[in-house]
Nanobody
Framework: QVQLVESGGGRVQPGGSLRLSCAAS????????MGWYRQAPGKQRGLVAS???????NYGNSVKGRFTISRDSAKNTVYLQMNSLEPEDTADYYC??????????WGQGTQVTVSS
């Protein structure tokens, strides 16, 4: 069974940066796609970013130009570099891994707080 473990969340001031990591228990090359969703209190969950096993990326409109998703196959880890953070980025961030037809696993979530 696939396990995903996120790390890197925390509290940062507006304009700051954080890098989230998602370490998988298996070979990430076997996943069709990995990525991040986020959910803020009282709001719906929304896609932040995703990356396919061929390297194609997709970003939510609110993070384009500020966030970058990447993967290190040797470490079985996906990263989310978050720059120019805004208070609206405050949320719980969840890593996920997709097979070709359905989601295989979710991480436990990591909290990001952007506040002065």
């Amino acid at each position: 069974q696939v396990q995903l473990v996120e790390s890197g969340g925390g509290r940062v001031q507006p304009g700051g940066s954080l890098r989230l990591s998602c370490a998988a228990s298996g070979n990430i090359g076997s996943f069709y796609r990995m990525g991040w969703y986020r959910q803020a209190p009282g709001k719906q969950r929304g896609l932040v970013a995703s990356i396919t096993n061929s390297g194609n990326t997709n970003y939510g409109n609110s993070v384009k130009g500020r966030f970058t998703i990447s993967r290190d196959s040797a470490k079985n880890t996906v990263y989310l570099q978050m720059n120019s953070l805004e208070p609206e980025d405050t949320a719980d961030y969840y890593c996920y891994a997709d097979g070709e037809h359905y989601t295989l696993a979710w991480g436990q979530g990591t909290q990001v707080t952007v506040s002065s």
